[in-house]
């Protein structure tokens, strides 16, 4: 596997364990028990990955930041501090 292949996939996965521990703090702060955080997670990526197979694109997380701009989400704050 070539260096930057490697590069790519870490920051993938850096990118993946970010939206992960935004979501904990976001459902931390609505009380949410683990479990219930981990469920609305899921729930969250099988929305995005239903999306992307439907409309036959790859996942693009520009195209999700921008989706959660125009809804004002509140789970924006909350990535933009991990960045």
């Known amino acids: 596997m070539s260096l930057t292949r490697r590069s790519a996939k870490k920051q993938a996965k850096n990118r993946q364990r970010r939206r992960r521990t935004a979501h904990e703090r976001l459902a931390r702060d609505r009380r949410q028990a683990q479990h219930a955080a981990v469920r609305a997670l899921a729930f969250t990526w099988i929305r995005i990955l239903s999306r992307c197979w439907q409309e036959r694109t790859p996942y693009d997380e520009s195209v999700y930041l921008q989706a959660l701009k125009r809804r004002n989400a ?6 933009a501090n991990l960045s």
């Not at 509140?74 to 990535?79: G, I, S, V």
């Open 74 to 79: 509140p789970l924006l704050p909350k990535l």
